[in-house]
């Protein structure tokens, strides 16, 4: 399995490589997961290794990211987690050293999550 380190690798290579107009300080960053994305990955049992799988995975969907979203550049990163064959829907945002994960969402399944 990919180490936290080796994923923010593996995310600054890419995302540089995807926009390339936008490109990242290849230092460490520091996952921040925002009071939202907290809640959707308790409703959806997703946990924070399945976010870093998919991550690691590097399919990004480019109909769902922004590279020009203000404050940050938004990924959203798409996969299925070994786990539990979730089809994921991870969306991220980068802002100098950190990585935030604004929501995660699955594909296949419909939450009544009451997150706000």
């Given at each position: 399995m990919f180490n936290i380190k080796q994923i923010l690798l593996i995310f600054v290579v890419i995302f540089s490589y995807a926009f390339k107009d936008k490109v990242l300080e290849k230092e460490s960053f520091e996952i921040v997961l925002t009071k939202h994305a907290k809640c959707r990955m308790g409703c959806r049992k997703i946990d924070l290794d399945e976010i870093k799988e998919i991550i690691s995975l590097n399919k990004i969907n480019y109909k769902k990211s922004n590279k020009d979203s203000k404050p940050c550049p938004t990924i959203s990163y798409?996969?299925?987690?070994?786990?539990?064959?979730?089809?994921?829907?991870?969306?991220?945002?980068?802002?100098?050293?950190?990585?935030?994960?604004?929501?995660?969402?699955?594909?296949k399944k419909k939450y009544q999550c009451n997150c706000k």
């Amino acid at each position: 399995m990919f180490n936290i380190k080796q994923i923010l690798l593996i995310f600054v290579v890419i995302f540089s490589y995807a926009f390339k107009d936008k490109v990242l300080e290849k230092e460490s960053f520091e996952i921040v997961l925002t009071k939202h994305a907290k809640c959707r990955m308790g409703c959806r049992k997703i946990d924070l290794d399945e976010i870093k799988e998919i991550i690691s995975l590097n399919k990004i969907n480019y109909k769902k990211s922004n590279k020009d979203s203000k404050p940050c550049p938004t990924i959203s990163y798409e996969g299925f987690s070994k786990r539990d064959k979730q089809n994921i829907r991870i969306v991220t945002a980068s802002c100098k050293k950190i990585l935030k994960i604004i929501t995660v969402i699955d594909l296949k399944k419909k939450y009544q999550c009451n997150c706000k």
